[in-house]
């Protein structure tokens, strides 16, 4: 492990010889979204401390409904595409958990793909959380995603980033997360996962 400036980079490695996964959660299904460029930003990060950025975008890759009947162990689930997303989760050192705000909470999609998890997949493990919306008061993601994340015995990072279209540029018909404040306090998230994960393993 060596050390960058605040940044914690990790630079062993798992049994097959790749760096540890963070899985980047995106609860937006519109691809040209604000969420989705700030996962695409998230991302970037991830790899800049050293981590594989497992990114799952639920736009492009929908779960069917979450089935009760796996909720003991959903690597059981029928579903190939679940199953997936379950090992991906289980194989992950951490995770980035990002939503736009809906009613004063997360996404649907986001939901659906969370009850498709259990307490296996996250217990232990680094969480930050990320959202976004017109204005600040999209931080209401992150308070019920909170309660969420302590129910799967995770342990969420004090830090957190929420950000509004005024954080975004567009470049090349993609908006991209170009405020400087936003961008330092996704690397503070970022760093703090990372952190943790290094100390938990």
Known sequence: MTMIGESTVRTDRDPAG?????????????ADGYTHALCQAARLAVECAGFRALVWDLGERPLPPADPAYHR??????????????????????????????????????KN??????????????????????????????????????SLYALTVPEQIVTVPADYR????????ADQIAVARLASVVTAVTGLAVRAS
Do not use: N, W
Not at 80 to 106: C, D, K, N, Q, W
Not at 125 to 134: E, I, T
């Open 170 to 177: 567009k470049v090349a018909d993609r908006q991209v997360l």
């Open 18 to 30: 790749q760096p540890p996964g963070v899985l980047v959660l995106c609860g937006s299904t519109r």
């Open 73 to 110: 162990d959903p690597s059981q689930h029928p579903d190939p595409v679940t199953r997936e997303l379950v090992m991906l989760a289980r194989e992950s050192a951490g995770f980035l958990i990002a939503s736009p705000i809906y009613h004063s909470s997360f996404s649907g999609v986001l």
């Open 113 to 150: 793909a969370l009850d498709s998890l259990s307490m296996t997949e996250f217990r232990g493990k680094p969480v930050g959380l990320m959202a976004h919306g017109h204005h600040l008061s999209a931080v209401q993601v992150c308070d019920q995603l909170r309660i969420v994340m302590r």
